[in-house]
């Protein structure tokens, strides 16, 4: 039976949904990564940045934009050392300036995905996926893809049976 795993980074407290900034107690990419969990029983692991990103959503945004410009590896808490006893690689995350936040390649590029079968997994507020699967492709060099699923953020409480759907039919 293959083994799952969901490598996600969320933004908790204020965020831009359906046109308007709100807080979340939970961010979306969460939500997401729970729902795959329960889907097909993945192991988790949340992406934590060492500096927080700031707590005003409209700062957080030029802080995103500036790491993107340089191409930033910020540092994170904790690192996953080891992939090889999973087969499939879900990469959850949000749309920040048409890409996943740069704390997201900082873990990937650590990691071997030799002959793993990677999931991208996004929400957006009406982007989609922007170059991230393209991004995704250079970070994991070596793994299969399968078609990626956006979720637009304002509709991820209701996306739950979108995602199990996705999980099955996407899994090897």
């Not at 957080?60 to 930033?72: D, G, H, I, Q, Y």
């Not at 991230?132 to 739950?160: H, W």
Request: net charge positive; charged share 25%; proline share 4%.
């Amino acid at each position: 039976m293959a083994k799952n795993l969901v490598i996600y980074y969320s933004r908790r407290g204020q965020n831009y949904v359906g046109g308007s900034v709100r807080e979340l107690e939970r961010g979306n990419a969460e939500q997401l990564a729970e729902f795959i969990r329960d889907a097909c029983g993945a192991d988790l692991f949340e992406i934590e940045t060492v500096k927080p990103y700031s707590e005003d959503y409209m700062k957080c945004t030029e802080e995103a934009k500036a790491e993107l410009a340089v191409n930033a590896r910020p540092k994170l808490k904790a690192y996953l050392a080891d992939i090889s006893e999973y087969d499939n690689i879900f990469i959850c995350g949000p749309c920040w300036w048409g890409t996943y936040p740069m704390a997201v390649y900082s873990q990937l590029e650590r990691l071997n995905f030799r002959g793993k079968r990677v999931l991208p997994v996004m929400t957006h507020e009406g982007s989609g996926f922007g170059s991230a699967e393209r991004d995704l492709r250079k970070a994991c060099p070596g793994a299969s893809f399968a078609r990626g699923l956006a979720v637009q953020g304002g509709m991820v409480p209701g996306a739950r049976d979108q995602v199990e759907k996705w999980v099955k039919r996407n899994l090897k």
